[in-house]
C-alpha cells in the first residue's frame, strides 16, 4: 500500500472539508429520530441494512449518469473491503446490538469516544500530532456530550458489560477505518467509492435482517414512507458522501472531532420532532459542543 501522509508537515485544513463536515453531521444528526420513529414499524437489521443497499445502488447509478467508472483496481479491494467492514458493518452491526444492553443515551455516549481513538491512532500512524486546541476541544466535547445525556454518567454493572464492550470496539473499529482511509486512500472517484462502502458493508446486514427478521411493511405509516426516504437518500446518499470527501479533505482527527456534533444536532432534532427533553443540560451540551468543534477545527 502506498503510504500518502508527510510526516513533516502540518495537515492543511481545506474550508470544503468543513463544509462536507458540516452536511454530514447535520444528516447523521438528523438520523437519529429518523431511525428512533422507524424502529417502531420495522425491525432494525432489515431496517439498516437494506436502506442502505437501496442508497448504494442510487449511488451506483448516479456515478453511471456522471460518466464514474465503477471498475474497482484490484489493488484497491483490501482496502475497499477493510473500509466498508469498519465503517459500515462493523459500526450498525455493532450499535444495533448493544442496545439489548444498553439504554440508547448510554450507548451513543460511549459510542462518541471516537474521536479519542481517531486521534490516539492518528499520532503513531498519521504523525498526526495532537495539539493544545484539539485537546481541549475534545475535553469539552465530553464534558457537552455528559450534560446532553443527562450527567449521570454510565453504570458500569457487569449485566451491561456486552453492551459496552460493544460500543467501545464499533467507536475504535469506526476510528481505525477513518485513520487507514486517510493513510491507505481509497483511489476511486468520490460517489464510486461511497457506493461500493455502503453497499459491500450493508449487504450481509440487510441479508441477515430479512432471513432472521420478520418485516410487516403493512404497517409502515405514510410518515414513515417518507422517512425512508430521507435514510435512504439523506444518510447514505448525501451525509456518506460527503463523510468520505471531509475525510480527503481533513486531518482524520479534525474528521473524528467534528463529528461530536452529530448527537448535539440529533438530541434537539429529537426534542423538536419527537417531543423529547431539552432542558439546561442539552442546552449546555450544545455550547460545549459547539466550542469543541471550533476548537479542533482552528487546532
Same mark, same amino acid.
Given at each position: 500500500?502506498?503510504?500518502?501522509?508527510?510526516?513533516?508537515?502540518?495537515?492543511?485544513?481545506?474550508?470544503?472539508?468543513?463544509?462536507?463536515?458540516?452536511?454530514?453531521?447535520?444528516?447523521?444528526?438528523?438520523? =437519529? /429520530? *429518523?431511525?428512533?420513529?422507524?424502529?417502531?414499524? &420495522?425491525?432494525? %437489521?432489515? +431496517?439498516?441494512?437494506?436502506?442502505?443497499? @437501496? $442508497?448504494?445502488?442510487?449511488?451506483?447509478?448516479?456515478?453511471?449518469?456522471?460518466?464514474?467508472?465503477?471498475?474497482?483496481?484490484?489493488?484497491?479491494?483490501?482496502?475497499?473491503?477493510?473500509?466498508?467492514?469498519?465503517?459500515?458493518?462493523?459500526?450498525?452491526?455493532?450499535?444495533?446490538?448493544?442496545?439489548?444492553?444498553?439504554?440508547?443515551?448510554?450507548?451513543?455516549?460511549?459510542?462518541?469516544?471516537?474521536?479519542?481513538?481517531?486521534?490516539?491512532?492518528? =499520532? /503513531? *500512524?498519521?504523525?498526526?500530532?495532537?495539539?493544545? &486546541?484539539?485537546? %481541549?476541544? +475534545?475535553?469539552?466535547?465530553?464534558?457537552? @456530550? $455528559?450534560?446532553?445525556?443527562?450527567?449521570?454518567?454510565?453504570?458500569?454493572?457487569?449485566?451491561?458489560?456486552?453492551?459496552?464492550?460493544?460500543?467501545?470496539?464499533?467507536?475504535?473499529?469506526?476510528?481505525?477505518?477513518?485513520?487507514?482511509?486517510?493513510?491507505?486512500?481509497?483511489?476511486?472517484?468520490?460517489?464510486?467509492?461511497?457506493?461500493?462502502?455502503?453497499?459491500?458493508?450493508?449487504?450481509?446486514?440487510?441479508?441477515?435482517?430479512?432471513?432472521?427478521?420478520?418485516?410487516?411493511?403493512?404497517?409502515?405509516?405514510?410518515?414513515?414512507?417518507? %422517512?425512508?426516504?430521507?435514510?435512504?437518500?439523506?444518510?447514505?446518499?448525501?451525509?456518506?458522501?460527503?463523510?468520505?470527501?471531509?475525510?480527503?479533505?481533513?486531518?482524520?482527527?479534525?474528521?473524528?472531532?467534528?463529528?461530536?456534533?452529530?448527537?448535539?444536532?440529533?438530541?434537539?432534532?429529537?426534542?423538536?420532532?419527537?417531543?423529547?427533553?431539552?432542558?439546561?443540560?442539552?442546552?449546555?451540551?450544545?455550547?460545549?459542543?459547539?466550542?469543541?468543534?471550533?476548537?479542533?477545527?482552528?487546532?
Amino acid at each position: 500500500m502506498h503510504d500518502s501522509t508527510r510526516r513533516d508537515a502540518r495537515p492543511r485544513i481545506a474550508p470544503a472539508g468543513l463544509m462536507f463536515l458540516a452536511i454530514t453531521s447535520i444528516g447523521w444528526g438528523f438520523n =437519529w /429520530p *429518523v431511525t428512533k420513529f422507524l424502529l417502531g414499524e &420495522l425491525p432494525p %437489521l432489515t +431496517l439498516r441494512g437494506v436502506t442502505g443497499v @437501496l $442508497g448504494a445502488v442510487l449511488l451506483a447509478l448516479f456515478a453511471v449518469m456522471r460518466r464514474q467508472s465503477l471498475r474497482v483496481p484490484g489493488g484497491v479491494w483490501p482496502r475497499l473491503l477493510t473500509a466498508a467492514a469498519l465503517n459500515v458493518t462493523g459500526w450498525m452491526v455493532l450499535m444495533g446490538l448493544a442496545l439489548l444492553w444498553l439504554p440508547a443515551s448510554e450507548a451513543a455516549l460511549i459510542a462518541y469516544t471516537m474521536p479519542v481513538w481517531a486521534s490516539i491512532i492518528a =499520532w /503513531p *500512524v498519521l504523525g498526526e500530532r495532537p495539539t493544545v &486546541l484539539r485537546t %481541549l476541544g +475534545l475535553v469539552l466535547a465530553f464534558a457537552g @456530550l $455528559g450534560s446532553i445525556m443527562g450527567g449521570n454518567g454510565i453504570a458500569a454493572s457487569t449485566s451491561k458489560l456486552p453492551g459496552i464492550i460493544m460500543v467501545l470496539v464499533g467507536a475504535f473499529g469506526f476510528a481505525l477505518g477513518t485513520v487507514l482511509s486517510k493513510k491507505y486512500p481509497i483511489q476511486l472517484p468520490p460517489i464510486t467509492a461511497a457506493a461500493w462502502q455502503i453497499g459491500i458493508g450493508c449487504l450481509p446486514i440487510s441479508i441477515v435482517g430479512l432471513l432472521i427478521e420478520t418485516t410487516d411493511l403493512s404497517k409502515v405509516t405514510p410518515v414513515g414512507w417518507w %422517512l425512508l426516504v430521507y435514510s435512504v437518500v439523506g444518510q447514505f446518499c448525501i451525509a456518506y458522501v460527503s463523510w468520505f470527501a471531509a475525510l480527503a479533505r481533513l486531518p482524520a482527527s479534525v474528521a473524528a472531532i467534528g463529528t461530536m456534533a452529530v448527537p448535539v444536532i440529533g438530541v434537539v432534532a429529537s426534542a423538536v420532532a419527537l417531543g423529547e427533553p431539552l432542558g439546561a443540560g442539552q442546552i449546555a451540551g450544545l455550547v460545549f459542543t459547539l466550542a469543541a468543534v471550533v476548537l479542533a477545527t482552528r487546532g
